[in-house]
């Protein structure tokens, strides 16, 4: 069963960055691609950035022009690069495949925006 590690997250103020990373147990982002959800309370999770075997991105129009997707296929690592943060990006962050993702989520990563 693939498993996924995701870390990076922690409290900063708005406006502030963070860089949050995973990594999958199986060579899986290099055939399916890669993707980062979140789920903040009271919500159902949603996929805000993806990134395809060949480098294509998407982001959800709630994080445009302030958060970057990057993949390491050969380290089986995605990377999401979160800058200008706002409160309501607050929630926890898993990382998976994007369009049918594994059923084996990992713990997720929390993060939180407040002053």
């Known amino acids: 069963q693939v498993q996924f590690v995701e870390s990076g997250g922690g409290l900063v103020q708005p406006g502030g960055s963070l860089r949050l990373s995973c990594v999958a147990s199986e060579s899986i982002f290099s055939i399916s691609g890669a993707g980062w959800y979140r789920q903040a309370p009271g919500k159902q999770r949603e996929l805000v950035a993806a990134i395809s075997k060949s480098g294509t991105t998407k982001y959800a129009d709630s994080v445009k022009g302030r958060f970057t997707i990057s993949m390491d296929a050969a380290k089986n690592t995605v990377n999401l690069q979160m800058n200008s943060l706002k409160p309501a990006d607050t929630a926890v962050y898993y990382c998976?495949?994007?369009?049918?993702?594994?059923?084996?989520w990992g713990q997720g990563t929390q993060v939180t925006v407040s002053l």
């Open positions: 998976n495949t994007p369009v049918v993702p594994f059923d084996s």
